[in-house]
């Protein structure tokens, strides 16, 4: 468990707070890059950590993100008409350049003191991974790359980018994440549920079994520049372990578990809107084949594997303000949950601890080693980086070419040596020739 203070230091991410502060010198996801598709098309609001912003692209397709509001009467820029490169307000047509920069002011004479040098707050954008990526940190500290995780490295038709609005504090979201012994029971069929029946759970036979007999994996850890990998291993058939190895990135990234060979790989990144509300950016990649059109449906379709079923707005069909559309008839008769979709599981509980859990009343199991191992690496970093060492994983955007996913090896086999076999490297990383 943490102590009060620590769990407040973690948790917040607003402007003027030390993790707040920590978090901005990294870049992050702010929107798809689907949300501002076009040339002058209308903006959206983003909220990022606390602060209210317009995220627009200009005629000649650059994005801007900027102040939400107009510097002359704070009339919102959001009704303004995205035109001839900028943002123009609506009501007395002060126009705004995707750097923030007071472009036109036509109702002050061209000879006072501030025409021309008025400016907004704006921060740096750029497009990776079908999303736009923004930095709100220092300048001086600005990384040149967004992390180069594999996702953005593919071809587009080798990945699936989306995002879900998730209600509570992106870290026990990403606490979710990290923690693979769940599956045991969330993600699980009902005791008595039959192979005739539909499911929604995504793993074929044998994972179900390893996972449901096996309810209390084994976990090691592998450090590396950018975050950690955590081994889970669970008893298989006689003498072999069945291996989940999930990815930590620093600081809002994870690479999922699920992944055996040949198939696709999944991953996540968190944006906390405030400190009771993120953005969960979900994407699939193949490093090795386009993803079929079928796959890519069901991911549309939602209740596959990491993608949930998706009303207007990104957010989920089954959510907080329904129960999830939780069923106890399926409870007894086709999942352990009553919930459909594996995503909508995850989210289900993790909402359920509240929009910020206290976690002085907790009492961690052996199961809980990735969160613990989290917690203190990212409370590590923030105060590094209050006694005046900026983080170093921001600057090596490379690094972040990781893999995570399943394994079934021999018992005697060393977690060492099942990264080697799996992916080539002890810590997942992969050399990719666009990175």
């Known amino acids: ?138 300048p001086e500290l600005q990384p040149a790359l967004a992390p180069q995780l594999e996702v953005g490295l593919v071809p587009k038709s080798h990945r699936y980018v ?13 606490e979710g994440a990290l923690d693979t012994a769940h599956f045991s029971f969330l993600h699980m069929p009902a005791p008595n549920f039959s192979k005739d029946d539909s499911t929604n759970i995504a793993a074929d036979e044998k994972r179900i079994r390893w996972l449901r007999n096996d309810p209390a994996p084994r976990f090691q850890i592998i450090e590396h520049a950018v975050g950690f990998l955590i081994g889970g291993a669970r008893n298989a058939d006689p003498g072999d372990h069945y291996w989940r190895l999930t990815q930590y990135l620093l600081p809002t990234h994870s690479i999922t578990p699920s992944a055996m060979p040949n198939e696709t790989y999944y991953g996540y990144s968190w944006t906390p809107i405030d400190d009771y509300h993120c953005w969960m950016y979900v994407y699939a990649w193949n490093p090795d084949q386009a993803i079929p059109e079928t796959e890519r449906q069901k991911y549309i379709k939602g209740g596959y594997g990491q993608f949930a079923e998706m009303g207007p707005g990104y957010i989920s069909i089954r959510n907080r303000s329904n129960n999830y559309l939780m ?103 992969v050399e990719h020739e666009n990175n």
């Not at 006072?112 to 220092?138: C, L, N």
């Not at 989306?162 to 990403?174: A, D, G």
């Not at 509980?349 to 961690?364: C, F, H, M, P």
Request: proline share 5%; glycine share 8%; charged share 25%.
């Open 1 to 138: 468990m943490l102590s009060a203070a620590d769990n407040a230091f973690l948790v917040t991410s607003e402007s003027n707070t030390p993790m707040g502060e920590y978090l901005r010198c990294h870049w992050h996801p702010v929107a798809l890059s689907e949300e501002v598709a076009e040339p002058d098309c209308p903006p959206i609001k983003v909220k990022v950590m606390g602060e209210e912003l317009l995220l627009f692209r200009d005629t000649n397709g650059k994005t801007g993100l900027i102040d939400r509001y107009c510097a002359h009467r704070g009339a919102d820029l959001f009704f303004g008409r995205n035109e001839e490169c900028g943002m123009r307000c609506i009501y007395h047509g002060w126009k705004y350049d995707i750097n923030g920069n007071c472009v036109e002011m036509p109702n002050i004479p061209k000879d006072a003191a501030y025409h021309g040098r008025m400016k907004i707050k704006s921060y740096p954008t750029q497009e990776f991974a079908d999303m736009v990526w923004a930095y709100m940190g220092p």
């Open 162 to 174: 989306t995002k879900r609005l998730i209600e509570c504090n992106w870290v026990h979201s990403m």
């Open 327 to 429: 069923s106890r008839e399926e409870q007894k008769t086709v999942s352990f949950t009553g919930v459909r979709g594996i995503a909508e599981q995850d989210q289900m509980a993790q909402e359920s601890q509240g929009y910020i859990v206290d976690r002085t009343k907790e009492n961690l199991s052996p199961t809980d080693v990735g969160i613990i191992r989290f917690r203190k690496l990212i409370l590590q970093e923030a105060k590094a980086l209050l006694a005046g060492k900026p983080p170093a994983s921001a600057h090596q955007a490379k690094e972040y070419c990781v893999r995570g996913g399943g394994a079934h090896t021999k018992a005697s086999i060393s977690l060492e040596h099942v990264m080697e076999e799996r992916f080539g490297s002890i810590t997942g990383k």
